[in-house]
């Protein structure tokens, strides 16, 4: 039986321990390793904001690298670096995935180094919850989102798809700054303060949308 892709699973005409074509052609299109100290090992996604990346740190840990979509000059990129960097780093909540860099690549990109949170989708993991938990969930997440908004911060794309509930039916939000980083570099309209009430108003969506199920 021919051996399975290392990274996805999948039958591969290789040798044991490789990977097969459709993994070979990702691997291809990644971005070089972000530095010594962690490296790019394969795509979790892409949305409005930008791509994110699994990386490996040296010691082992899993972390998420988020390539905002927005490519600015670099006098712009690493002015809005370090804002969000003074921002992000000094910001820690249990209910929010750490940011540990932000940087600036060569082509201008931010990219947004966070821990990697283990757990699943908040709506996979709502289906199976029974109403107490789901409640107690939306107090965890009401709880991050003020104390993000205390520290001058905002999500600015409070959704389902990014909040991950980890183990203990803990709730945890990423993609922390994104947004907040691509409105600025494009200049949008949007203030944080506007985005907070966008927050608000996507937390209310959430209840609205977990309370209604039985």
Not at 29 to 53: C, Q
Not at 185 to 190: E, S, T
């Amino acid at each position: 039986m021919p051996p399975p892709c290392s990274r996805c699973g999948t039958t591969t005409t290789a040798g044991a321990h490789a990977l097969c074509a459709a993994c070979l052609l990702r691997l291809a299109a990644l971005p070089e390793a972000l530095a010594p100290d962690y490296d790019i090992e394969t795509l979790l996604g892409s949305g409005p904001a930008g791509t994110t990346y699994l990386a490996r740190a040296a010691n082992g840990a899993l972390l998420t690298v988020k390539i905002v979509a927005a490519v600015a000059q670099d006098a712009d990129a690493v002015a809005v670096a370090d804002a969000l960097r003074a921002a992000l780093v000094a910001f820690d909540h249990p209910g929010v995935a750490r940011t540990h860099a932000v940087e600036v690549d060569d082509d201008g990109h931010l990219r947004i180094v966070r821990d990697y949170v283990a757990g699943r989708p908040l709506t996979a993991w709502s289906d199976k919850a029974d109403a107490a938990l789901r409640e107690q969930a939306l107090s965890a997440i009401e709880a991050a989102l003020a104390a993000v908004h205390a520290h001058g911060l905002a999500h600015g794309h409070l959704a389902a798809e990014n909040i991950v509930v980890a183990s203990g039916s803990r709730p945890v939000l990423v993609d922390l700054g994104a947004h907040l980083a691509l409105d600025t570099l494009q200049g949008a309209a949007r203030t944080s303060g506007q985005m907070a009430q966008e927050d608000r108003a996507g937390l209310e969506a959430l209840r609205a949308a977990l309370t209604a199920r039985p």
